[in-house]
Every structure is written in C-alpha cells, then in structure tokens.
C-alpha cells in the first residue's frame, strides 16, 4: 500500500466509552491487514492499565498492544504505545514513558505535563509508520470527554497528529448505540467531526436487519456512513483491564481454582491458560462469601502491595487462605501475590505509598522495594519442584518480570510445601504447565483428567485471532475500509 520510502497508511478506532470494543477491533483490523498481504503494526499513544508485559529489551508497555501485535505477526515493540499509565492510587499513577519509570504523578499534575510527551510519541509513530505498510491506531476512553479536549494527545489529538481517518465504534451491548454516536459526534468541533469517516456499531446480538431504519436516521443525522454492524463475538482473547467479563466468581465445576480479585490487580490475565480446560472453573473472587473451597488459590499481582494484603486481612480472605492452607490446599501467589505469602513487606522509599506490613508467612522470604524496577524475559526449565506440582521439574517455561520488590533467594518457583510463588508472569502460557497443575488437582479429588482437553497453546491462539478476525471482516465493509485509508485526511 505504501511504496518504499513514505509513510503508512493509519487508521484510526475510537471509541464512544471505555469498552465499547476498540481494542479487540484494533485486533481484528491487524489480523485482516496482515491476512490481505499487508505490513501492519498496533499503535496507542497512550494506555492506562495494570496489565502490561515486557519487551525483548526489557522495556514496559500495555498488554493491548501486545495482543495487536500478536495478531499482526510480528513482535511488540514499546514504539507501539509510548506511554503506559499504572494507577497507584485513585488520583494517581506510576508513569511510563519509552518502557521506563519516569516517576509517580497525581492525576492533575500529568495532566498539565502529558503535552510535553509529545515528541515522544511522535518519535515511536513515526518509527512505526517508517516500516510498515499500515498502522492501526486506539484510541482510549471516549473523544468527547470535553473537560480534556484542550490538551488530548490520545484521541483526536493523536488522529491530528497522525493525520489518521477515524472510524467511531459505539457499544450496542451496554444500550442508548445511537444516542452514543450522535452525541459523541455532536461533541466535537468541526474539524474533528470531518475527520469520522465512518461508524461501526459493535457487539450486536440479534437480527440486523431491524437496526437498519436506525442507521438510516443515523445517517441523516450525522451524514456518516456506517461501516458495519459487527456481532457479539465469543473468542479467548486477552481483555485490556478490570472491566473485563473474566473477572466475575462464576460457578464451580470439577476442579475449581479462585483467583483473589485484588483491588489493583495487575496482569489477571496470566491465569486465562486455566479457564480454556472444560471441567476446570476460574472464578475470580473478592469475599469469604465468593471463596468457599477451592482447589486452588490463586494470588495475583497487584500495584498496590502493602494496601492490597491490607485489603484482604480487613475483610477476612487472609485468614481464610491461611486456614485452607494449613488444610493442605494449595496456593500459588504471582508477583505482588509472591511477596504477600512471605514473612514481611517493606517500602523504605515510598515506591508504592511507602510503610512496613507483616506478610502471610507462608513462604520464608522477606521483600523490600526498590526504587529501580526489575523488566526482563527470563525462560529456563523448572528444577526441584515438590508437592503438588512436582510434575512441574523439567518443564520448559518462559515469561516475564515486572516489579519494584526484591525478595530472598528468588526461584522461578519459591516453594515450602503446598505453597508456591513466582515473579514470572505469563508462566501459565507455556504449553505443558497449566496442563500440569490441573491434572494435578484432578488427581488429588480422585478425578480422571480428559487428555483430550490438552492443545497446543500456541496454535489455540491464533485460531481464536482468526476467528475474531473472520467475524469482523464478514460485518464490516472492508471496501470502505479500504478507501477510508487509501483518502487519508
């Protein structure tokens, strides 16, 4: 599409509010341009969310992008999203730019700083745009959030400077579609409304055609074609942040594992591997209520430590982990969960809001916070595993580590007996070790595990993007799709 020596082709999903869909169409759009024979890459300017990864060079970025990247065919880069936002707080955050901390802001300070990482974002676009054919941009939240208009740099402000056609996605699932797209459109000023270049109306069930004298009055009102009516679509692809489905307690089933849904949870992602075994329930749980026996105990990572082990041994969910343990049921902490199991917490320099905080004492480690945060890919195969899990030995694994604490005698697995701990996320991914773990459950309840229900990781995950990526090219008009990115602006 883009002869070499000049830029690529962008295009532009915004959204009408935060999940209305934008990212898992960003996915779909990078699957279908790469499917069309296409060089295509993710990008977002900037990303707020706990959930991030690590890149070959060690650098932070949002797992969004990761998730386009995948579905694109090649691998994430910290250029396709510059910025990454964690919240620490209600009012503020850690604030990443390039992959790398650059400190701890409170929301109305990065507000009044966010412009001066323009060059930034600039930098990576354009890195970016000089290597591929297409870029596929997100948008976040809603552009018609008039109280940050002035000063946008990941909306309209982004389409601006990349000179990117919009197209404008509304969330018919949550209710009021029509009254999402006509307001969000009426919001802008008139610059920014020529640059919508069609609708998209996601996450429909039911017949099409009874929307149809709606998107004709949508159309006079607005005078934007819509490009498609995409249907609800099921596929086990990893969701952004805690507005996610996943996180809900569900029902129980043969095996059960409960993830502690924690406050600031971080990466809930790394525990999907689980939820794709038929007789196995992942129910992400915040009470004693929720809980009840598991077979398994998940403890995540979390942005908040020391508050979120507070979190737990205020409403009781502490106590009642340790009573389960000392009944021999295991439980496996990742990360921030790693360093709630040992004996003790300590933030000396404020890294997270600073203080001091006994651990669970289920692991002997003590974690103190470090100003530098650890960022790598780490792979190597398990040794001296025992209990539960000793069928984990031998196999191969591979991931990442993100985190401020620094804990005694780090393993890839710290054990003391049926309570394990790691500071790799993605540990589950690797095909063999989820496998592993539940056939471990089922063999304690006496339960005959289906070997039919082991695949192939990898090879799952690109059918689940092919998949997403069949269903929207079938809804939307590619044709316009095309010509919208072949006009440009």
Known sequence: MSPAGLKAKPIMIQGTMSNAGKSLLCAALCRIFRQDGYRVAPFKSQNMALNSFITEE?????????VQAEAAGITPSVLMNPILLKPTTDVGSQVIVNGEVRGNMRAADYFKYKKQLIPDIMRAYDTLAAANDIIVIEGAGSPAEINLKSDDIVNMGMAKMAKAPVLLVGDIDRGGVFAQLYGTVALLDDDERSMVKATVINKFRGDVSILTPGLDM????????????????TVDIDDEDSLSERLTAGTRKEVDIAVISLPRISNFTDFSPFSRFSGVSLRYVKNLFELGSPDLIMIPGTKSTIGDLKWMRQNGLEAEILKQASRGVPVFGICGGLQMLGRKIS????TEGGGEIAGMGLIDTETVFAKAKTRAQTEGNFSGVSGIFEGLSGLRYRGYEIHMGRSAEEKPVMQQG?????????????????????????????LSFDRNAVFDVHAYREAQYDKLAETVRNALDMRLIYRILEEGL
């Open 58 to 66: 060690g650098l932070e970025m949002g797992r969004a992008q990761v």
């Open 218 to 233: 949508l159309f006079d009102l607005v005078k934007i074609p819509c490009a498609g009516v995409v249907p609800y679509v």
């Open 347 to 350: 933030d000396p320099d404020n």
């Open 418 to 446: 049926n309570i394990y701990g790691s500071y790799i996320h993605g540990l589950f991914d690797e095909n063999g070790i989820a496998e592993c773990i539940v056939r471990a459950l089922y063999e304690k309840r006496g």
